[in-house]
């Protein structure tokens, strides 16, 4: 008669821990190609802004 196992392995792997660790890895990639993005956005919205300005000047 084979005793079913109650308990969890507790032992963290080394290969674990490293999966975890390349896991952190791409998500803090992932979030600096946002804030990357972002940045990229609003320098374009600040250039689209300042050409307006420019015609608006030109118009009067």
């Known amino acids: 008669m084979d ?3 109650t308990y969890a392995n507790s032992q963290v792997s080394s290969a674990d821990m490293m999966r975890k660790y390349q896991d952190m890895i791409l998500e803090n990639q992932e ?3 946002e804030v990357e ?4 956005e609003d320098t374009e ?3 689209v802004e300042e ?6 000047d030109d118009k009067e």
Do not use: F, Y
């Open 3 to 5: 005793t079913p196992k």
């Open 31 to 33: 979030e600096k190609e």
């Open 37 to 40: 993005e972002a940045k990229e």
């Open 45 to 47: 919205k600040e250039e």
């Open 51 to 56: 050409a307006k300005e420019e015609n608006d």
